[in-house]
């Protein structure tokens, strides 16, 4: 199976060296876990369930690995690298998120602000629904993507104002506050006020805010109709056979997941956050900090980050799915650890993937294998 490397040594300080490090070779290397790498990814690759993975590791300040397996294109059979571009569906909302705490920072956007101070024409049936709700998921406000009558339409390339007019047409799941239920309507319209209040469009603010500052220059919202080197193709599987994954929209997604990613970018991502890089250290802590409920009870969820744990370790995960493809970003902060998986397959789990690599790479830091 042909694969690409790159793996280096050193802390990312800095936004200069991130950019540095876009541009330097990429040498091969001798780390002894890289052929554990290997074996356990190309372990999944012979279950059949995806035709590529792509993996990024970062542990701690001496090992960065990027490695793509399998293959990106069945059809003209393309292997998958480390370069490769990936459909990362709701990672997405991680940038979402970001560009709102950056508005806060600038004063621009309050967490407790009512929507409707931004989006005066949507219609909340009454409820005071905060900018925290929809960046936690606790609005109750339905998720489209859950609603029969956007699937019919999930081909077509919805305006703003007939997506919302679909989201509008249901009842509220719960009153804001009340419960956590996941909602990508919370995250497409902290998009659409992102762009009332930054005057550009989402993709464009992602490209100038956050992309470009951190070097991320094969990251931007996924274009259809746009030439993108190296980009992985989604497939399905039925019947033991594969077949190119069913054509959607790739508007609709906007920003609750409508962006393209590399393994590489969402390692210099992941750096960013934990070193304070793209937002302040009291931005960052919101991030990771578990919503509350109107009861006091607290919930899994942070702003576009899920707090887990695993083998007692804590552990800060989303992952993403569109048709075509999966994705997963995890980030241990006692190992220093970062995982990202990127498949362009809907039947692959590369939450399994990133699970079985984070208890291998746990085990040998701990010297127990």
Same mark, same amino acid.
Request: aromatic share 10%.
């Given at each position: 199976?042909?694969?690409?490397?790159?793996?280096?040594?050193?802390?990312?300080?800095?936004?200069?060296?991130?950019?540095?490090?876009?541009?330097?070779?990429?040498?091969?290397? %001798?780390?002894?876990?890289?052929?554990?790498? &290997?074996?356990?990814?190309?372990?999944?690759?012979?279950?059949?369930?995806?035709?590529?993975?792509? @993996?990024?590791?970062?542990?701690?300040?001496?090992?960065?690995?990027?490695?793509?397996?399998?293959? $990106?294109?069945?059809?003209?059979?393309?292997?998958?690298?480390?370069?490769?571009?990936?459909?990362?569906?709701?990672?997405?909302?991680?940038?979402?998120?970001?560009?709102?705490?950056?508005?806060?920072?600038?004063?621009?956007?309050?967490?407790?602000?009512? @929507?409707?101070?931004?989006?005066? &024409?949507?219609?909340?049936?009454?409820?005071?629904?905060?900018?925290?709700?929809?960046?936690?998921?606790?609005?109750?406000?339905?998720?489209?993507?859950?609603?029969?009558?956007?699937?019919?339409?999930?081909?077509?390339?919805?305006?703003?104002?007939?997506?919302?007019?679909?989201?509008?047409?249901?009842?509220?799941?719960?009153?804001?506050?009340?419960?956590?239920?996941?909602?990508?309507?919370?995250? #497409?319209?902290?998009?659409?006020?992102?762009?009332?209040?930054?005057?550009?469009?989402?993709?464009? #603010?992602?490209?100038?805010?956050?992309?470009?500052?951190?070097?991320?220059?094969?990251?931007? #919202?996924?274009?259809?109709?746009?030439?993108?080197?190296?980009? $992985?193709?989604? #497939?399905?599987?039925?019947?033991?056979?594969?077949?190119? $994954?069913?054509?959607?929209?790739?508007?609709?997604?906007?920003?609750?997941? =409508?962006?393209?990613?590399?393994?590489?970018?969402?390692?210099?991502?992941?750096?960013?956050?934990?070193?304070?890089?793209?937002?302040?250290?009291?931005?960052?802590?919101?991030? %990771?900090?578990?919503?509350?409920?109107?009861?006091?009870?607290?919930?899994?969820? =942070?702003? =576009?980050?899920?707090?887990?744990?695993?083998?007692?370790?804590?552990?800060?995960?989303?992952?993403?799915?569109?048709?075509?493809?999966?994705?997963?970003?995890?980030?241990?902060?006692?190992?220093?650890?970062?995982?990202?998986?990127?498949?362009?397959?809907?039947?692959? &789990?590369?939450?399994?993937?990133?699970?079985?690599?984070?208890?291998?790479?746990?085990?040998?830091?701990?010297?127990?294998?």
């Amino acid at each position: 199976m042909r694969h690409t490397t790159s793996v280096i040594g050193g802390i990312l300080p800095s936004v200069a060296f991130i950019l540095s490090w876009a541009c330097a070779p990429q040498p091969q290397d %001798t780390h002894p876990l890289v052929s554990r790498i &290997d074996s356990v990814v190309e372990m999944f690759l012979e279950k059949g369930e995806a035709p590529s993975y792509a @993996v990024g590791i970062r542990l701690g300040e001496d090992f960065v690995f990027t490695r793509g397996y399998g293959l $990106a294109d069945l059809e003209h059979q393309v292997s998958a690298t480390h370069q490769s571009v990936y459909r990362i569906a709701s990672l997405t909302k991680q940038f979402t998120a970001t560009a709102v705490l950056q508005l806060v920072e600038r004063g621009l956007i309050g967490l407790e602000d009512d @929507v409707r101070e931004y989006l005066p &024409d949507l219609s909340t049936r009454g409820h005071h629904v905060t900018i925290h709700h929809l960046l936690t998921h606790t609005s109750g406000v339905p998720s489209y993507t859950g609603l029969s009558a956007f699937e019919e339409r999930v081909r077509l390339d919805l305006s703003h104002d007939a997506l919302v007019d679909l989201i509008e047409e249901e009842p509220f799941d719960f009153l804001p506050g009340e419960a956590l239920r996941y909602s990508n309507s919370g995250y #497409y319209l902290l998009g659409m006020i992102i762009e009332a209040v930054s005057g550009q469009s989402y993709a464009e #603010y992602l490209e100038e805010h956050i992309f470009r500052p951190l070097g991320m220059e094969r990251s931007a #919202y996924c274009s259809v109709e746009a030439i993108v080197p190296n980009r $992985a193709k989604g #497939y399905s599987r039925e019947d033991q056979e594969w077949s190119n $994954a069913e054509a959607i929209s790739m508007v609709n997604p906007f920003a609750a997941g =409508g962006v393209c990613s590399t393994v590489g970018d969402l390692l210099k991502w992941q750096n960013a956050l934990s070193q304070h890089l793209i937002l302040n250290e009291d931005s960052s802590r919101k991030m %990771t900090q578990r919503a509350t409920l109107n009861d006091g009870s607290e919930t899994p969820y =942070g702003y =576009g980050i899920v707090i887990t744990e695993f083998d007692g370790y804590q552990k800060y995960a989303f992952r993403g799915g569109i048709t075509g493809f999966g994705s997963a970003l995890t980030f241990t902060p006692e190992l220093g650890l970062t995982i990202a998986v990127l498949t362009n397959s809907d039947q692959a &789990d590369p939450v399994e993937l990133e699970v079985t690599l984070a208890r291998m790479i746990a085990e040998w830091t701990t010297g127990e294998t």
